[in-house]
């Protein structure tokens, strides 16, 4: 075996491997669920984000425990990357007893405080407003740590994305906005809902700098990532990237996206992160045929156990449905 060669992205030989599994694993997961799904086992909605792994993988890489994240409908890998144990994440898709919060909420409004996990709420762009009113806790209590909020080219429309990036601009806080530009919220695609192509020049009325990069690419969002953390830790303040990739199922999985050709589905579908992530890795001898397929039969080996226990787990219990209630 050659010498791994080495790369810009400063990534040790282990580093990229670990980002091999997640990327394989948040594919897997979905997949899984999807076919969960279909047999009618999952309680929750099932928003895929199959196709999208590239961005959450380059963004959620390397953040610390102490870093906030701002999840969202289709951020599963989000969840895993920052702490939440597969067997949880798969209870939650059934809404079990044994879940973050037994099955009272759609499954990814969860927060776990612990880990850096804001939930979320069905009101999209309302996240914005509070990824930043958490990073201006970071800057008030003086710490270097950032907030990571995720938000749809859809939910750019909303009049919480603007007031949300206003306030990070003119407060210069630590924050990271990223959109997932996946060309369509629901069925309304880009172009009838937005009058230019790049909600990464919004960035610029607010005072930041914003970025539009190829969000199939684990690597390119990584290097982004990293540029605008480094930023927002060194009291630069927020960037926003634009992520430009592509949902392969429909808006959830009950949606059969008819609004869209087959011929759009395939060109996106041979821009899938995961070949062109195992291409380089492989260009680089950082990844074997082995290592693949030990890394495959730990992912299926994960899921098969989550599944297993998600499936055995005791069901909420109805006294529940009032406790933990803050009022
Ligand atoms: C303020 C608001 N308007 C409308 C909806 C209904 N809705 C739920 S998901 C969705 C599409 C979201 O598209 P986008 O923000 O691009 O994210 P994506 O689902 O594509 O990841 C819509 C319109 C909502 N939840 N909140």
Known sequence: MPPIKRTKFKLAPEQLLEMFYWVKLIRGFDERLSILVKQGKVRSGVYSGIGQEAIIVGTCFGLRREDYICPLHRDLGAFLMKGVDARTMMSQMFAKDTTLSKGRDSALH??????????????????????????????????????????????????????????????????????????????????????????????????????????????????????????????????????????????????????????????????????????YLKGLHALTDEQIKEIEARVTATIDDAVAFAMDAPEPKPEDAVTDLYA
């Not at 740590?145 to 990036?165: I, M, P, R, T, W």
């Not at 695609?189 to 610029?204: F, G, H, N, T, Y």
């Open 110 to 279: 969860s927060g776990v405080p612990e880990l850096g996990i804001f939930g979320n709420t069905s009101m999209l762009g309302a996240n914005l407003p509070v990824a930043a009113g958490l990073a201006l806790t970071f800057k008030m209590e003086r710490t270097d740590n950032v907030v990571v909020a995720y938000f749809g080219e859809g939910a750019s429309n909303v009049g919480d994305f603007h007031e949300g990036l206003n306030f990070a601009g003119v407060h210069r806080l630590p924050v990271l906005f990223i959109c997932e530009n996946n060309q369509y919220a629901y069925s309304v695609p880009l172009e009838k809902s937005m009058a230019i192509d790049d909600v990464a020049d919004r960035a610029q009325s607010y005072g930041f700098d914003g970025v539009a990069i190829n969000g199939n690419d684990v690597l390119a969002v990584y290097q982004a990532t990293q540029g605008a953390l480094a930023r927002a830790r060194g009291g630069d303040g927020p960037t926003l990237i634009e992520c430009k990739t592509y949902r392969w199922h429909g808006h959830s999985e009950h949606d059969k996206a008819f609004y869209r050709t087959k011929e759009e589905l395939a060109m996106w579908k041979s821009r899938d992160p995961i070949p062109t992530f195992t291409a």
